[in-house]
């Protein structure tokens, strides 16, 4: 009998370490579960942001919005200003299947900023920086895009 109760034991102990070592958690770069679409856009339309990074399928791009500072109003408009240039549209957050996204659409039909008319995946979100990735739905191609405080 004792025997029986030191194997049912050892058994629940098992299966509890086991479950311990299971996570929903995933190293694949999704969207952090702890940043919420109102964290995001709290974040972002406070300042004026520069993209210090965005590589397209493993292509560095960042030079292609070098100069352009970035604001995103609490109505939805956003804009691109470098000197004399200006490239419009809109963005917005929002959850999809508990992953914080973050739509960004410019008017442009071709370009770097077409490029990055996208939905993307809210990676991290801090008061000086937002990290975003784009998984294409054609080619399963990735690019990321970081914006800064400037």
């Known amino acids: 009998m004792k025997k029986l ?3 049912v034991i050892l058994a629940g102990v098992f299966m509890v370490n ?3 070592m299971c996570s929903s958690d ?3 770069d999704n969207s952090s579960s702890s940043t ?3 964290q ?3 974040t972002v339309t406070n300042g004026t942001w520069s993209v210090t990074s965005y590589s397209e399928s493993g292509t560095n791009h960042t030079s292609s919005f070098s100069g352009y500072a970035f604001t995103f109003a609490s109505n939805g408009d956003m804009s691109a200003v470098n000197g004399s240039t200006t490239q419009t549209g809109n963005w917005n957050t929002h959850s999809d299947s508990g992953r914080t996204k973050m739509d960004l659409i410019f008017s442009a039909s071709d370009g770097p900023f077409e490029s ?3 939905d993307w995946d809210v990676l991290s979100n801090t008061s000086s920086k937002i990290q975003l990735k784009h998984t294409s739905g054609g080619d399963g191609s990735v690019d990321y895009l970081t914006f800064e405080k400037i």
Request: hydrophobic share 35%.
């Open 18 to 20: 086991v479950a311990s």
């Open 40 to 42: 995001v856009t709290n």
């Open 116 to 118: 990055i008319s996208e």
């Open 36 to 38: 919420t679409t109102t």
């Open 26 to 28: 995933s190293s694949d």
């Open 5 to 7: 109760k030191l194997i």
